[in-house]
C-alpha cells in the first residue's frame, strides 16, 4: 500500500495531460496570502493561457457578505516546487465582476505606472531584500531562542556559520531551491544579527516583476518579543537604465531626493508603537549597515505605507 509520502510525491505526468495550478492572491489585510487550486488542460507557458476565477471575498475581509464574488486575474507563473512536474503556481490580482480593481488589489495602479511608455524606457532595476524570523513550533519565541528567555548579545550571528549560530539553515536553504526551482529571482540569502532572523534578497527585477516576485509567507505583524533585539524589515534599491548607460565623463541623474527625510511619509497602523522604536550607536543601521552618528535612530518592519515622491524627473543625459 502507498504511503502519504508516496502519494504527497506521486508524478502525473505519465498518465494525464492534466495540471495543478494554485491561484495564490494578497488577501484582505494586504499581508496575508490566500490561494487554491484547479486543473487545467496542459502546457501551460504563460499568465494568459489561465483561465480567470472567482473566490467569496467576504470569507477574506475583501467583499461584504451580500454581493462576494471577486474575479481573479492570472499575473505571473512560476514552476511549483512542491508539487513539481508541470504543475504551476500563479499570482493573482483582484477584481470585481464587473473588473473594477477592489480596494486592495495595488498591482492594478503599480502596473499601470510600470507599463506607461516613459517608465517602461527607463528599465529600472529593483533589487528588495526581506528580513524575517522563524519562531519555534507551538510556541510564539523565535527561533534558537531558549523559551520565555532571551540570547546573548548580538554580535555572533550575523552571517554565522554552525548549528549553535544559524539556526534554522535547513528551512533557509529549503526556501532558497524552492525559489529557484519556482524560477523566481532569489540572489541570495543570510543570517542576519539576532538569533533565528534571516534575509533574503530578490533581483535585479524589472518593474512589476520585483513585486509579483516577493512574496512571503512570514507574519509581518509587529514586535513579538519586546527587548533589545533586531526587528526585521525589508528595503529596497533602484537603478535606472539611464545609471547603467553612462559614457564616461556623463554626470548621473539623482537616484533620489535630498536626505533630508522631509521627503519621507510614514504611515503608522494599529500596533505600530511595537514595530518603530530608538536604536542605540551600537547597533546595525541604515544602508551601510553602520549607525554614522551619536544619535539614535529608528527602524522599522515592513508597514503598509504611501511614499509620495514629487521630485522632478532628471534631465536627459547629454550626448
Given at each position: 500500500?502507498?504511503?502519504?509520502?508516496?502519494?504527497?510525491?506521486?508524478?502525473?505526468?505519465?498518465?494525464?495531460?492534466?495540471?495543478?495550478?494554485?491561484?495564490?492572491?494578497?488577501?484582505?489585510?494586504?499581508?496575508?496570502?490566500?490561494?487554491?487550486?484547479?486543473?487545467?488542460?496542459?502546457?501551460?507557458?504563460?499568465?494568459?493561457?489561465?483561465?480567470?476565477?472567482?473566490?467569496?471575498?467576504?470569507?477574506?475581509?475583501?467583499?461584504?457578505?451580500?454581493?462576494?464574488?471577486?474575479?481573479?486575474?492570472?499575473?505571473?507563473?512560476?514552476?511549483?516546487?512542491?508539487?513539481?512536474?508541470?504543475?504551476?503556481?500563479?499570482?493573482?490580482?483582484?477584481?470585481?465582476?464587473?473588473?473594477?480593481?477592489?480596494?486592495?488589489?495595488?498591482?492594478?495602479?503599480?502596473?499601470?505606472?510600470?507599463?506607461?511608455?516613459?517608465?517602461?524606457?527607463?528599465?529600472?532595476?529593483?533589487g528588495i531584500e526581506q528580513e524575517y524570523t522563524l519562531l519555534q513550533k507551538d510556541v510564539n519565541w523565535p527561533l534558537g531562542w531558549p523559551i520565555g528567555g532571551y540570547p546573548g548579545?548580538?554580535?555572533?550571528?550575523?552571517?554565522?556559520?554552525?548549528?549553535?549560530?544559524?539556526?534554522?539553515?535547513?528551512?533557509?536553504?529549503?526556501?532558497?531551491?524552492?525559489?529557484?526551482?519556482?524560477?523566481?529571482?532569489?540572489?541570495?540569502?543570510?543570517?542576519?544579527?539576532?538569533?533565528?532572523?534571516?534575509?533574503?534578497?530578490?533581483?535585479?527585477?524589472?518593474?512589476?516583476?520585483?513585486?509579483?516576485?516577493?512574496?512571503?509567507?512570514?507574519?509581518?505583524?509587529?514586535?513579538?518579543?519586546?527587548?533589545d533585539q533586531d526587528g526585521h524589515r525589508e528595503a529596497g534599491q533602484a537603478a535606472r537604465a539611464a545609471h547603467r548607460r553612462l559614457r564616461r565623463g556623463q554626470r548621473a541623474p539623482?537616484?533620489?531626493?535630498?536626505?533630508?527625510?522631509?521627503?519621507?511619509?510614514?504611515?503608522?497602523?494599529?500596533?505600530?508603537?511595537?514595530?518603530?522604536?530608538?536604536?542605540?550607536?551600537?547597533?546595525?543601521?541604515?544602508?551601510?549597515?553602520?549607525?554614522?552618528?551619536?544619535?539614535?535612530?529608528?527602524?522599522?518592519?515592513?508597514?503598509?505605507?504611501?511614499?509620495?515622491?514629487?521630485?522632478?524627473?532628471?534631465?536627459?543625459?547629454?550626448?
Amino acid at each position: 500500500m502507498a504511503s502519504l509520502a508516496d502519494l504527497v510525491n506521486l508524478d502525473l505526468s505519465d498518465c494525464t495531460d492534466k495540471i495543478i495550478v494554485e491561484y495564490l492572491w494578497v488577501g484582505g489585510s494586504g499581508i496575508d496570502i490566500r490561494s487554491k487550486a484547479r486543473t487545467v488542460n496542459g502546457p501551460i507557458t504563460d499568465a494568459s493561457q489561465l483561465p480567470k476565477w472567482n473566490y467569496d471575498g467576504s470569507s477574506t475581509g475583501q467583499a461584504p457578505g451580500e454581493d462576494s464574488e471577486v474575479i481573479l486575474y492570472p499575473q505571473a507563473i512560476f514552476k511549483d516546487p512542491f508539487r513539481r512536474g508541470d504543475n504551476l503556481l500563479v499570482m493573482c490580482d483582484c477584481y470585481t465582476p464587473q473588473g473594477v480593481p477592489i480596494p486592495t488589489n495595488k498591482r492594478h495602479n503599480a502596473a499601470k505606472i510600470f507599463n506607461t511608455p516613459k517608465v517602461a524606457a527607463e528599465e529600472t532595476w529593483y533589487g528588495i531584500e526581506q528580513e524575517y524570523t522563524l519562531l519555534q513550533k507551538d510556541v510564539n519565541w523565535p527561533l534558537g531562542w531558549p523559551i520565555g528567555g532571551y540570547p546573548g548579545p548580538q554580535g555572533p550571528y550575523y552571517c554565522a556559520a554552525g548549528a549553535d549560530k544559524a539556526f534554522g539553515r535547513d528551512i533557509v536553504d529549503a526556501h532558497y531551491k524552492a525559489c529557484l526551482y519556482a524560477g523566481i529571482n532569489i540572489s541570495g540569502i543570510n543570517g542576519e544579527v539576532m538569533p533565528g532572523q534571516w534575509e533574503f534578497q530578490v533581483g535585479p527585477s524589472v518593474g512589476i516583476a520585483a513585486s509579483d516576485q516577493l512574496q512571503h509567507q512570514v507574519d509581518a505583524g509587529g514586535r513579538r518579543v519586546r527587548g533589545d533585539q533586531d526587528g526585521h524589515r525589508e528595503a529596497g534599491q533602484a537603478a535606472r537604465a539611464a545609471h547603467r548607460r553612462l559614457r564616461r565623463g556623463q554626470r548621473a541623474p539623482p537616484h533620489g531626493p535630498p536626505r533630508d527625510r522631509r521627503h519621507q511619509h510614514l504611515q503608522v497602523g494599529r500596533g505600530g508603537p511595537r514595530r518603530v522604536r530608538p536604536r542605540g550607536p551600537r547597533h546595525r543601521e541604515g544602508r551601510q549597515g553602520l549607525l554614522r552618528g551619536p544619535q539614535a535612530g529608528l527602524q522599522h518592519g515592513p508597514l503598509r505605507r504611501h511614499l509620495h515622491d514629487r521630485r522632478d524627473h532628471a534631465p536627459p543625459l547629454s550626448q
